[in-house]
């Protein structure tokens, strides 16, 4: 078996039983961790970098963090502190990286070869965008995108777009997104983003920008490589242009975080965790016999809005033997789990239920 890695020491503060260190930038939270958290905590939560993350002392004065805003009618530039006093809100969501569950394909796209836990579900608070654009007189016209641009500062010699973290997400998700300091009840550790973070529920991982700089309505898609040829749907072998779909709305999505280990004959309680993606999660049935038959499974705790996942469990009996358990989640919209998913070049977006399934032995 090979040895765990340490944790870096920017998240020396992790819980190190409940992550998997696949790399300095790419840490997960072990599926069994994810069991049935409501909210997933922060010190299991994974983490996903593209660029090493901003040295500590950007959140040593958090409020004195300056965000710029361009593309309204009165550009300006603000501290976290002003903007607390602008709007407030609270969204739980999930955060997932759009390469969760790249492992379950079978191409070996390279890259972090995640399983399910480059997810999790948080709750951020901050100021709704749509709050700070009203107070700067609106959006200038003729701005289709709302472009975040993230804190790392970029090596002199190396031309910016081609690795700054710089997404653009369409205009009106300004209606949906916020500018969060806050995450799970506590100010954003540096790893997830803090002082300042863009939130943009139901949107893969990518597109919530940490250590947020700059927001601006823009007429154009960001310039950076991140948005022009990265995180683009395509086939296997292509290569990654603006024309193909960027990974923005999440699917519907769940799976089995326990038990995951053989368990005992009689009453089995399977569990884990299902979200719809930008619609709320309305049905989730689990299939003990490989997807011959399915049962609906029930939530666990408090609906925590459309955007967050809920957890999930079914008590079956079990006879001793081999079974392969399935989750099968549905969204308001009527979007359910596919059995099986096309590949795609970069190995983005798996939601196929076979592939998560997990084989349990009863004895
Ligand atoms: N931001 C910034 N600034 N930088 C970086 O790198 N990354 C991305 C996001 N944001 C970044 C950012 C990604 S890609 C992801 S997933 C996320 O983030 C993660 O988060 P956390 O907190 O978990 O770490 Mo894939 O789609």
Partial sequence: QEKAKALPDYVAWKNADDVIVHTKETIETKRAAQG?????????????????????????????????????ANPTTMTVGQLKTVGVET??????????????????ASGTQWGVGAAG??????????ALVEAMGGASEGMTWLTGTGGEVIPEGIPAETVQ??????????????LAWDMNGEAIPLAHGGPLRLIVPGYYGVNNVKYIKKLAFTAEESPAKI??????MRPVGEAGDPSQPSMFEMNVKSWITGPLADAATGKVQIHGVAFGGTS????????????ATWTEAAFIGPDLGEYAWRPFVLIADLPAGEHVLASRAT?????????????????????????????????
């Fill in 36 to 72: 049935i958290e409501l909210v997933t905590p922060s010190n299991s939560l994974y983490v996903r970098n593209n660029l090493p993350a901003p040295p500590e002392d950007i959140v040593a004065d958090r409020d004195a963090w300056e965000i710029e805003f361009d593309g309204v």
């Fill in 91 to 108: 969204v739980v969501c999930v955060l997932q990286c759009s390469g969760n569950g790249r492992a379950f394909f079978d191409h070996e």
């Fill in 121 to 130: 579900n948080v709750i951020w608070t901050g100021v709704p965008v749509r």
């Fill in 165 to 178: 973290v710089e997404r653009s997400v369409p205009a009106e998700l300004m209606d949906r997104a916020i």
């Fill in 227 to 232: 948005q022009q040829t990265g995180y683009r």
């Fill in 280 to 291: 709320a999660v309305n049905k989730i049935e689990v299939s003990t016999d490989d997807g």
């Fill in 331 to 363: 969204n308001a919209a009527g979007d359910t789990q596919p059995e099986t998913v096309e590949p795609n070049e970069r190995a983005y977006g798996h939601n196929g239920w076979r592939a998560h399934a997990v084989d349990l032995t009863i004895t």
